[in-house]
């Protein structure tokens, strides 16, 4: 049941001191929800009937492609609207979310029946280990390595180094460490959406991943997709997706092309107004929450000229990457949990555990309630005074 007395929700008793079981605010997750509004909003214009005939081959019947030509020319149209990516020249692969053209890159960049596999930097390889990559650490962390061979005397093998920019968690827009010609190089873009980030310029980076998850906020319906300049690698990312699935689901494709032509509604000012304005007044609130708190932390950027807005931006990142600043307060994950936060433990993303990972782009209801389990918390800091 409800509280009865002025405790906050979350807590009952004489001193509200009694924390209630399942009182959780769970900022876990990456879920895009906090695009919901501008859908429902939008609800006729981005709805999609398909009728029982439509789109059962394979391909599709008037081009035999595999990808729609529409909506592959509304991918390029949106890169270039947004001038987040140079696509002009560039070979565009599309599969089920970022997570399959992830592993669709590793495959593709890494060498065929190689003695040695190709070895892998960042976060995300963890789930990449296999016969052709072995995951090998995060380079970020390593101090001023800008060449292998501080880290290695293995100069025959491949490498593969992960740059997610922006950063997750933090937000931060990253360059790749590693160098040399033995180094092969992914750019996970899917956070380099007005939402989130400043857009700085068009990246051209050799191999480019997106996803639907991030600029709409439709994760469930897994559709991403890689710009690609090499040929070569563009091939064989396309077998790799072909071996796997034959083809991305013709529905989905039906729905990201009706999804994406609302979204360049206006030059896209409708959508990334909607998204900007949204992340930004979330992290004003928790920046002016933590603000009083000396117990906790949170990541410091800086706004930033955006290209795409003509203006300078402040912060609007997707997470907050908090630190627990207390040398009492080691594990920050079990500190928030106590408190009826869950966020996802440093741990995850090879830091330590005085920091945590709390989502900011979950439902508005997901927010407010986060923002007030962590008023509740940061207010205890002057009870015990
Ligand atoms: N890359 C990054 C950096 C992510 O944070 C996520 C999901 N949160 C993904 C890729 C996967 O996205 P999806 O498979 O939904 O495209």
Redesign the pocket.
């Given at each position: 049941g409800k509280p009865m007395c002025e405790c906050n929700s979350c807590y009952v008793g004489a001193d509200c001191s009694h924390f209630l079981d399942g009182c959780i605010a769970d900022a876990d997750s990456?879920d895009p929800l906090f695009l919901e509004p501008f859908w429902m909003k939008n609800a006729a214009s981005s709805a999609v009937v398909v009728a029982g005939w439509h789109r059962m081959s394979y391909s599709f019947r008037d081009s035999h492609t595999r990808t729609s030509n529409e909506l592959e020319n509304h991918i390029r149209l949106l890169h270039a609207v947004i001038g987040n990516a140079v696509t002009e020249g560039r070979y565009i692969v599309i599969g089920v979310?970022?997570?399959?053209l992830?592993s669709a890159a590793v495959h593709a960049l890494s060498p065929n029946g190689s003695a040695s596999p190709a070895k892998l930097y960042k976060a995300?390889t963890k789930y990449f280990n296999s016969e052709d990559s072995k995951w090998q650490g995060d380079t970020s962390l390593w101090e001023n390595s800008t060449s292998l061979s501080k880290n290695t005397t293995d100069t025959s093998a491949t490498f593969v180094e992960f740059v997610?920019s922006p950063n997750?968690p933090d937000g931060k827009l990253m360059k790749a460490v590693l160098d040399g010609s033995s180094v092969k190089t992914i750019y996970?873009h899917?956070?380099y959406w007005p939402h989130f980030t400043a857009i700085e310029a068009p990246a051209d980076e050799n191999v480019m991943?997106f996803?639907?998850?991030?600029v709409t906020g439709h994760?469930g319906s897994?559709?991403?997709w890689a710009v690609v300049k090499d040929k070569d690698v563009y091939e064989r990312i396309a077998q790799y997706i072909n071996l796997n699935i034959l083809v991305a689901t013709h529905d989905t494709q039906l729905r990201a092309l009706k999804l994406l032509s609302v979204a360049l509604k206006g030059g896209g000012k409708e959508l990334f107004g909607f998204g900007y304005k949204a992340m930004r007044h979330r992290w004003k609130k928790l920046s002016r929450s933590l603000s009083k708190s000396s117990r906790f932390s949170l990541q410091n950027l800086e706004p930033m000229y955006c290209t795409y807005f003509e203006e300078v931006t402040g912060p609007s990142p997707a997470y907050a990457w908090l630190k627990c600043e207390r040398e009492e307060d080691k594990d920050c994950h079990e500190v928030l949990k106590s408190a009826g936060i869950i966020g996802r433990e440093g741990s995850v993303f090879g830091a330590e555990s005085r920091y945590v990972r709390l989502s900011l782009l979950k439902g508005q209801d997901d927010f407010d309630w986060l923002l007030e389990r962590i008023d509740a918390l940061v207010s205890q800091e002057y009870g015990s005074r």
């Open positions: 990456g979310g970022s997570t399959q992830l995300q997610t997750n996970d899917a956070y991943i996803t639907l998850s991030k994760a897994r559709f991403g």
